[in-house]
């Protein structure tokens, strides 16, 4: 057992209205980092629940004709049941309505009012009721709405009660500016620095009942209760033992990660850290604020009316998929574009094509020509260690990537040595050893496919639970529920003599819907069937290669790996999509003579049409273009 510790919490989530995509997203994200550090032995404590109290519930249980505890118990069971439904493994789930909270609240708010932290003074401002805050004239528009969700705002004037946040404005900015893990992604901590520029107000944290009744009592004045924010950002300690348990809150503060979207970025790296600092409680240890899902340039809202509903996705493709595809999808930090098309696209290259003909091929090799035992390995060779470097490489960049809670970074290395393990099979050619009676060679092959597999499997567990289980138990791994990923640098040998079990398919490749009907052709003459692996002259020329000249090239906003070209084929300008950002800037690639696709299918990569696909020769970590030896007119045809 490690002696490391790691506390990641989650937002808590408004119970107005069902969960989306949004919610599904952070929960998978601190799910699978708990997982994760679960996995390396660390002591892990998952935090995540509901918060009930405020104007949007009190406002959402009148419409319903109920109260709000009612809204509150009716609503909470959502989530709860998703949460079972997409294998969230919480140690705890906070509501903020639970006794045990809401005295500690009570007990910090009365502890800083005796310290005159709070005071009460009169408040002029714009509420704008969707965010529950207070702005002032200035961070109005002109037609004074809100500035983070645009929505109209309230001009109020009433008597509140204010936490001295100004008190702490300096000693903040020093904090953030000599912690610099403290906000992540850097550019968010920026963002806080940028607002911490102008002068820092006193932080309203009461409602008077005559406007708002629904929430916890001041219990210095019962004509008053908590403001949402205050009561609900206390659920992080509360929750860990603050004032209750003291040795488990030893054990488990400060938090090692508090996952929020950036849409929250203010109230947890201003008014979160004051507030600690007041009641005298180090902050956590890293607030890292995720981007959005957007359907188009928009982002997922209920109130928009484009939301993902994730059960559906579920039902549809499979609960590892899903888990999968958002964390693979969305680099953290930055906003990432959801649609089925995208969806699919990732599942078939890197599930179905990619992991899945890899588990299939060793396993049904291995039935085939070795009884299903996988055998003692004998002597390495350079293909052995090209896949050995490709899964220790994938080792180490997980380990990376949870260190800086990048998990798709990790999950794009793992995939690379998933893509090492295709090419090895092609590359030894196992049925042909088998043929051939090189028996020390075929028990080699076998054994380093099959072992490739397992460490694959330990390193995806986090993420697709179910379907590595699956891959485990065909390996014939006891207790394959298990994997540590802290066993993978350990050189024992696991697997010799374990007997394998068939296995259906991980994953189905989907096939795309047909939106057409296609005009029947006339019957040709039949042709002698191709050789395996190989196509006929006339599959070849059904592909249209020709040249054409990069005119402008841009980066993808959000998109790491993308580049849009405007291209010129012969007298026609295209638009294209290309997955070359990490080896070519928009500088290097522009005035490029390049080779495309010229009829392939218009896609849309990201909400962005790409009309063609460039050709590009890849070896591991090297990309180059296919491009044409001198001067030729782009349009010319190539082949």
């Known amino acids: 057992m490690s002696s490391a510790k790691f506390y990641v919490t989650t937002p808590i989530y408004y119970v107005n209205d069902k969960p989306h995509i949004g919610h599904a997203y952070t929960t998978i994200v601190a799910d699978i980092l708990a997982r994760y550090h679960r996995s390396l032995g660390d002591m892990t404590f998952f935090l995540t629940g509901t918060d009930e109290h405020g104007q949007k519930v009190q406002k959402a249980a009148e419409a319903h004709g109920i109260t709000p505890q009612q809204q509150c118990d009716d609503t909470v069971v959502r989530f709860q049941e998703l949460w079972r439904e997409l294998e969230i493994s919480n140690d705890k789930f906070i509501r903020t309505t639970d006794p045990a909270h809401k005295k500690v609240v009570q007990e910090i708010m009365q502890d800083l009012y005796d310290r005159d932290l709070i005071y009460k003074d009169e408040y002029k401002g714009f509420y704008c009721v969707p965010c529950e805050r207070f702005f002032t004239n200035k961070d109005l528009d002109e037609k004074q709405c809100c500035p983070e969700c645009g929505r109209e705002t309230q001009e109020i004037i009433e008597s509140n009660y204010f936490f001295r946040m100004s008190r702490y404005q300096d000693w903040l900015i020093e904090y953030i500016k000599s912690h610099p893990g403290f906000i992540q992604p850097d550019f968010r901590a920026n963002e806080t620095l940028g607002f911490l520029k102008k002068p820092l107000g006193d932080l309203c944290v009461s409602r008077p009942k005559s406007r708002l009744s629904w929430g ?25 033992g603050y004032r209750r348990n003291d040795e488990m809150f030893k054990k488990w503060w400060p938090a090692s990660c508090h996952l929020i979207g950036k849409d929250i970025l ?35 809202s209920k109130s928009v009316g484009n939301v993902v509903n994730p059960m559906d996705m579920v039902q549809k493709y499979g609960l590892d998929a899903f888990r999968y595809f958002l964390m693979a999808e969305m680099t953290m930090g930055q906003d990432a574009s959801f649609t089925e098309e995208a969806f699919v696209t990732r599942y078939n290259s890197d599930l179905a094509n990619d992991l899945g003909n890899l588990a299939s091929r060793v396993i049904k090799i291995t039935l085939r020509y070795g009884r299903g035992v996988i055998p003692a390995p004998g002597e390495f060779t350079e293909p052995e260690n090209e896949l050995n470097a490709a899964i220790e490489n994938a080792i180490t960049e997980m380990e990376k990537a ?76 006891k207790n394959a529920s298990e994997g540590h990923l802290d066993s993978l640098k350990k050189k024992a040998n696991i697997l010799s003599g374990l007997q394998m079990h068939d296995l259906d398919a991980l994953f189905l490749r989907i096939k795309p819907e047909e939106t057409e009907v296609k005009e029947q052709a006339p019957e040709k003459a039949k042709a002698e069937p ?13 592909t249209s290669l020709k040249t054409a000249t990069v005119l402008a090239a841009e980066k993808i906003e959000g998109a790491d790996k993308l580049l849009k070209l405007q291209i010129k084929v012969g007298s026609e300008k295209r638009q294209l999509v290309a997955g070359v950002a990490q080896f070519y800037t928009p500088e290097e690639i522009v005035g490029k003579n390049i080779v495309i696709v010229a009829n392939l299918q218009p896609a849309k990569i990201r909400g962005i049409e790409s009309q063609g696909m460039l050709l590009a020769a890849k070896d591991g970590k090297n990309l180059k273009l296919v491009t044409v030896d001198g001067d030729i007119p782009s349009g010319s045809s190539v082949g």
């Open 530 to 542: 191709p050789a395996e692996g190989l196509i006929t002259i006339d599959e070849f020329f059904k």
């Open 402 to 477: 949870l260190k800086t809670m990048r998990i798709n970074q990790g999950l794009e290395q793992i995939m690379n040595a998933v893509r090492a393990g295709n090419r090895y099979m092609e590359q030894t050619a196992p049925w042909n050893l088998a043929k051939e009676g090189k028996t020390a060679r075929l028990n080699t092959v076998l054994y380093c496919a099959a072992e490739a597999l397992r460490k694959i499997s330990v390193l995806l567990h986090p993420v697709m639970p179910n379907k590595m289980t699956c891959l485990r138990e065909a390996l014939g791994i």
């Open 266 to 300: 203010t109230t947890h790296t201003v008014y979160w850290p004051t507030m600690l600092k007041a009641i005298g409680i180090e902050p956590p240890e890293s607030i890292l604020a995720h981007g959005w899902w957007l359907v188009g340039r928009s982002k997922m």
């Open 216 to 240: 916890i009592e001041l219990p210095f004045d019962k004509d008053y209760v908590c403001y949402v924010w205050f009561d609900a950002l206390i659920n992080y300690i509360s929750a860990a």
